[in-house]
């Protein structure tokens, strides 16, 4: 399944795309896709829903973000090993873990906005995973089966409020529009293989990005494994996996993020992303 946020923001409703590549309204039957909502058990009564029956959706509408919010936002740094090298970093013997706020929420094709005083905005092509159930103390071979579903992530980054500014690295991730996710929640059952995935990012039209989640230093079993050992996790939450090389702050001379870029984000089987940046006003 494919399931979709779509309308205004602010006023978003939860649909589904249908096997024909229609979008229907879920509206009827769901409140929105949040929390508990995108729980394993809630996705097992969506599927079993007579789609034929739901409204058609013009497929113009606009996409919001596939969650409307989240309980947490957690992030994987430097897990790709070709982007560890770009930046001259060691290989994490154990996941670098860090947060985005969630009012970074954006949706997968809503403007980006860099900070008001920002010098550093960089990009992150990543693949978001979300938590289907309460967990906790996962070995990495049962740790898939709590996935609810895969998204896109652009893990949009502040280099100078990351490394220049001190504390942790939340300051420089989490600042409005940071985090478009989606077009598209698709259900676990639809990804064969999530360390086998293709993923890019285009900068004005350009190819600065492009990987295979197989070059991940940790695969999403032992994050989800990982991390279930130091908290509790919960429906809702979204994972971002890490970013491959190609970011900004890695190229010589470093080139950060300006007003009117575009960004266009794709992987496999996820859909894809198109932003444009602008300044904050």
């Known amino acids: 399944m494919k399931l979709v946020r779509f309308g ?39 599927k079993n829903v007579d789609y034929n029956k739901l ?28 982007h ?11 996941p670098i873990v ?16 860099i900070p008001k005083g920002s010098v550093k905005t960089d990009w992150e092509v990543e693949l978001g995973v979300v938590i289907g159930e309460h967990c906790q103390y996962l070995s990495e071979k049962d740790a898939l089966s709590v996935v609810s579903g895969y998204c896109i992530v652009n893990d949009v980054s502040e280099r100078s409020y ?25 259900t676990a059952e639809e990804i064969e293989n999530p360390q086998n995935l293709n993923l890019q990012l285009k900068l004005n039209k350009k190819v600065v990005q492009k990987s295979n989640t197989s070059d991940m230093i940790f695969t999403v079993s032992q994050i989800i494994s ?27 001379p470093p080139v950060f993020l300006k007003d009117g870029d575009i960004m266009e984000l794709e992987i496999d089987f996820l859909g894809s992303q198109k932003q444009k940046v602008i300044d904050y006003k």
């Open 8 to 46: 205004d923001i602010d006023n978003e409703k939860p649909g589904l795309i249908d096997p024909d590549g229609n979008m229907r309204d879920l509206s009827d039957y769901f409140s929105d896709f949040t929390h508990e909502s995108v729980s394993l058990t809630t996705l097992e009564k969506i």
């Open 55 to 82: 409204p058609k959706v013009p497929r113009t509408s606009r996409l919001g973000s596939c969650l409307a919010d989240t309980p947490n936002f957690y992030c994987i740094g430097l897990n790709y090993a070709n």
């Open 84 to 94: 560890a090298k770009e930046t001259n970093a060691d290989i994490p013997k154990e």
């Open 98 to 113: 860090f947060s985005k706020a969630t009012s970074s929420i954006n949706g997968p094709n809503d403007n980006v906005i």
């Open 162 to 186: 990351q490394f220049d500014r001190g504390g942790q690295w939340i300051k420089g991730k989490s600042a409005q529009t940071f985090a478009p996710i989606g077009p598209f929640l698709v």
């Open 226 to 252: 990982h991390l279930s050992h130091f908290m509790v996790l919960r429906p809702g939450d979204i994972i971002a996996t890490g970013t491959p090389e190609g970011v900004g702050i890695g190229m010589k």
